[in-house]
């Protein structure tokens, strides 16, 4: 299963791929750990301008307990995000964590084009 973000929803897909709100950008999503209350996913070919928002988001959220990203080798390897939550799904948190970074995002679209 992947994530896919259209223009105003988040969804989660099984052909591991993440459509940004534009629509151009495609992101592939391997899952790693899939519990109950874990999740652990590799994104292909990211750095952590995309992850340091959404782990701010994670963390903002109250039933999640932790989430974290790392990137071994900043030219080797692809980096990886875990989330821990309590008393709620990963996938749930994630994808209402992506709504909100999506809402703030389009927000600040918003204000830049009434400059």
Known sequence: MGILAA?????????LKWKSPSGYDTMEIKIIKDRANE???EI??????ILNPIKEKLLEREKVVYAEY??????????KLYIKTKDARPKDELKAALKELQKESKSFRQQV???
């Open 39 to 41: 999740l652990e996913i």
């Open 70 to 79: 790392s990137i071994e080798h900043p030219i080797l390897s692809n980096p």
């Open 7 to 15: 223009p105003g929803r988040v969804s989660l897909t099984k052909d």
């Open 113 to 115: 084009e009434k400059l």
């Open 44 to 49: 292909i070919g990211e750095d952590s301008t």
